[in-house]
């Protein structure tokens, strides 16, 4: 799912200051400000968000939205405060800034994607920069001291008490000795769409300011916070997003994109994940990491993986993990170089919190010979007797008929591969493949094996999961039919990560996206989420079935049973509802109906509400969100898709997982839906079941479920 637009964008930000500028009073998009510490504030946040310093409170900054503003007094010798990230910036990010009051010199100490830090210079009226690099790099989670001191002909900088650098101050033509100061952000911005990438993420500790500089107080000082943790997580920032799921996986804030690496090991359970904490857009990849004890319950980790190699410096892209020979987990990843290429790391702990690149990474490097496309990406890893195989989804550069296609590996030790040649290629004349496969699973469902690509959006098609059934014969794989089936009959969940459970239970968990516009992400503060565990089988040799994993009913709580009884015409029974996390299944009996199902999100003003019912006329599932929300940003359209249903049919059963924003269904323990729903209303919460049927008749259990949120080990 990493659209090639997102992707471009996070290029442009890398080559340099393309769409940037110096703005002294740059405010944010439905910016908000406050005072605090005698500072203006500045945020998208509705009030200003605190976590545990060392001198006090912090204040919270989010990567891209919050800062602090000064104008410094006469008198003011120096200036100290401490911070402590939770990521690295997804470009250089300021943590102090000075600007001259007529907007003409400009000079920050910054923080590097890589955790560097620099000294950059700015002369307005020349157009012209200069960075000093400080030969010194900062740890995420950790807090650390920035101090300024401003002489008479320069300034000075120190990190926990210790000198860094002297930058001259050339007295330039109109510079005053009035000076703005800004915590967390530059002047000098730079964008990626509505987002700065020169601010921060995580605390900044209370400023001070000092008429006479003392650099024995802040080694002190030093000493006390290097055994103080910060607490980086902001648990109250969503306390009123009613559509921010609470059982559902997803991380603290931000950007996150597909699951991967699921596994089970030593009485926990593993997954990774894509993330960029530091704003809300496809950048600064790092692999995220949860853990949990029973597939319901996660812990968010830190970081697994990030970029910080020469061979990864573009971003940590997505993979899948394995139980290797020793029975040790084992990651391989996309490494985003000059090339791209595979990497692998290893636990170094026992806990698997920390990992440790392997010393011979990349593994691979670069497509193989006589190929021409250089995105290969998303390793997929499984064993076949004696021999690991490796898949890699790849596209064809065909001028006639580009198509997606996988590369295939070998090796004996899951260490040193080898290229074989293309396991599978696609024919999107024939099966709408499209012309490019990411996050393949490759897996024997008995006496069968069922590969399964997601092609990426082209020429307005969207992305999709799509599966074919078959054999692997000669390293090759061979479809039982040239035609894929979908993994989903309306098209929203991606990417699946497996892990096989038992001899005949698969579990797999997969990255719901939100598809709602930039500002209304922006406005929200997150982006994605991942699906409930979802259980998958073969049926017959012919089709993937799904059903929710158990262990949910777990989060059941109060309960409404509606005992079987008719629908009558066009009438409507109603469910008066409260909650924004519930579980329904419904059993249908059609008889005469030829169109029923479900509206839920709606309001009692019926100003907002959305639909979701079979069309036994059309032949089709259809799900109305014509109506579905008053927020702006939140697309309005109907999504529909063929689905087979008798006019005989005895029973439909209809199993939904409403969750705030995300909605998961169910049909006969088979077939599987997505859709997300954004009300403007809290109370836009009301169910109704419906049928045309003069005879129809329905049974319901509705539950309310428990939060199941998410925890941060940060």
Same mark, same amino acid.
């Given at each position: ?29 439905? $910016? ?10 500045? %945020? ?5 968000? !605190? ?47 000075? @600007? ?17 830090? *620099? ?23 950790? !807090? ?14 120190? @990190? ?57 107080? @802040? ?28 059982? #559902? ?147 064809? $550069?065909?001028?006639? %008929? ?53 092609? *990426? ?41 497996? !892990? ?79 909650? #924004?996390?519930?579980? @329904? ?112 008749? *329905? ?16």
């Amino acid at each position: 799912m990493k659209y090639f637009i997102q992707t471009i964008l996070f290029l442009v930000v890398s080559l340099g200051d393309i769409g940037s500028r110096i703005y002294a009073n740059s405010p944010t998009l439905y $910016e908000r400000t406050d005072s605090v510490w005698g500072m203006e504030w500045h %945020s998208v946040k509705e009030q200003p968000e !605190w976590g545990n310093g060392c001198r006090g409170k912090a204040i919270r900054t989010d990567g891209y939205s919050t800062y602090l503003n000064a104008e410094l007094e006469s008198g003011v010798k120096a200036i100290d405060t401490w911070f402590a990230l939770e990521s690295y910036p997804t470009d250089t990010a300021s943590c102090i800034a000075l @600007l001259d009051k007529y907007n003409q010199l400009s000079f920050s100490l910054c923080v590097t994607r890589f955790g560097d830090l *620099v000294a950059i210079t700015r002369n307005l009226d020349k157009g012209t920069s200069k960075t000093f690099s400080l030969q010194k790099r900062i740890n995420c989670f950790e !807090w650390f001291n920035i101090a300024l001191s401003m002489e008479k002909d320069y300034f000075s900088y120190f @990190l926990n008490g210790k000198q860094l650098t002297n930058i001259p101050l050339k007295k330039e033509k109109n510079v005053t000795d009035k000076w703005l100061l800004r915590f967390g952000k530059d002047f000098f911005e730079k964008k990626v769409g509505m987002y700065d990438v020169t601010c921060i993420n995580g605390l900044i500790d209370r400023p001070c300011f000092h008429s006479l500089f003392k650099i024995e107080q @802040l080694e002190e000082e030093a000493l006390i916070a290097r055994n103080s943790t910060p607490v980086l997580a902001p648990v109250s920032r969503f306390k009123d997003d009613f559509n921010r799921p609470t059982y #559902h996986l997803l991380p603290a804030a931000n950007w996150t994109n597909e699951t991967h690496g699921l596994f089970y090991y030593k009485d926990k359970y593993h997954i990774f994940n894509q993330k960029n904490a530091s704003s809300i857009f496809l950048g600064q990849i790092n692999w995220g990491h949860f853990t949990s004890p029973d597939l319901i319950h996660w812990t968010e980790e830190k970081p697994a993986l990030t970029p910080d190699m020469d061979y990864d410096k573009k971003g940590i892209w997505s993979g899948c993990a394995i139980l290797n020979d020793k029975g040790t987990p084992q990651l391989f990843y996309t490494s985003g170089g000059d090339k791209n290429g595979i990497g692998i790391a290893f636990p170094a702990d026992n806990n698997l919190v920390a990992w440790d690149k392997y010393e011979k990474n990349p593994v691979i490097y670069g497509q193989p010979k006589g190929f021409t496309r250089t995105d290969m990406r998303d390793p997929f890893v499984w064993k076949e007797g004696n021999v690991w195989y490796m898949i890699i989804g790849y596209g064809i $550069e065909d001028p006639v %008929s580009p198509h997606g296609a996988l590369l295939l590996y070998k090796s004996t030790d899951a260490k040193k591969w080898d290229y074989v040649h293309l396991m599978f290629e696609g024919n999107p004349e024939i099966d709408e493949s499209g012309v490019f496969w990411e996050m393949p699973f490759f897996k024997k469902f008995g006496e069968k094996y069922v590969l399964l690509v997601n092609r *990426v959006p082209h020429n307005r098609i969207p992305a999709r999961s799509q599966y074919w059934i078959g054999k692997f014969e000669n390293e090759k794989f061979i479809p039982d039919n040239p035609v894929p089936q979908n993994l989903e009959v309306i098209n929203r969940l991606l990417s699946p990560s497996i !892990w096989q459970l038992s001899d005949t239970s698969t579990v797999a968990i997969a990255i719901i996206p939100d598809e709602i516009s930039e500002s209304a992400n922006y406005k929200q503060g997150w982006a994605h989420l991942y699906s409930i565990p979802r259980m998958l089988s073969l049926k017959d040799g012919k089709k993937l079935v799904q059903h929710p994993y158990s262990g949910l009913k777990s989060l059941r709580g109060k309960h409404m049973g509606i005992e079987k009884r008719r629908l009558t015409g066009t009438s409507v029974y109603s469910i008066s509802n409260t909650e #924004h996390q519930v579980e @329904l299944c419904i059993d249908f009996y059609p008889k005469d109906a030829t169109k029923f199902g479900v509206i839920i999100g709606k309001n009692p003003a019926g100003t907002e509400q959305t639909s979701i019912y079979f069309d036994l006329n059309m032949q089709e599932l259809v799900i109305d969100q014509t109506r579905s929300s008053l927020r702006e940003g939140i697309p309005q359209r109907i999504r529909k898709d063929k689905y087979s249903v008798k006019k005989d049919e005895e029973k439909i059963n209809l199993h939904l997982f409403i969750d705030g924003s995300v909605v998961e269904g169910f049909i006969n323990n088979e077939d599987a839906f997505t859709t997300r729903v954004f009300p403007l209303y809290e109370n836009s919460t009301q169910i109704e079941i419906f049928s045309n049927g003069k005879n129809s008749e *329905v049974k319901a259990d509705i539950w309310q479920l428990e939060d199941a949120k998410v925890k941060t080990n940060f």
